[in-house]
């Protein structure tokens, strides 16, 4: 089993920033990719970003060039810097991690830019 611990979330003003942390325990074995998706109210679940086996990083178009994802493999780590916030942010967020048996979700950590 894998334990995924999320930190970071917060109120912040729009322009602000926020950094996202997500540290990953348990039998973890292989990790194919680490990332982070949001949920706002009333909306499916969205890919935030992603690291992916060899780093290779994916972004959804809203968040480009504002936001930017790095991971701490010796630490089994996934970070969000958030630049920029907007309002639209707005949403909880969650780690995903996948190796190669299945998919694993933190428990959301509150974001809220205010505008």
């Known amino acids: 089993q894998v334990q995924l611990v999320e930190s970071g979330g917060s109120l912040v003003q729009a322009g602000g920033s926020l950094r996202l942390s997500c540290a990953a325990s348990?039998?973890?074995?292989?990790?194919?990719?680490m990332g982070w998706y949001r949920q706002a109210p009333g909306k499916q679940r969205e890919l935030v970003a992603v690291?992916?086996?060899?780093?290779?990083?994916n972004y959804v178009d809203s968040v480009k060039g504002r936001f930017t994802i790095s991971r701490d493999n010796a630490k089994n780590t996934v970070y969000l810097q958030m630049n920029s916030l907007k309002p639209e942010d707005t949403a909880v967020y969650y780690c995903?991690?996948?190796?190669?048996?299945?998919?694993?979700w933190g428990q959301g950590t509150q974001v809220t830019v205010s505008s």
């Open positions: 690291v992916i086996k060899g780093g290779i990083t």
């Open positions: 995903n991690l996948v190796n190669q048996f299945r998919t694993y």
């Open positions: 348990g039998a973890i074995f292989s990790i194919n990719a």
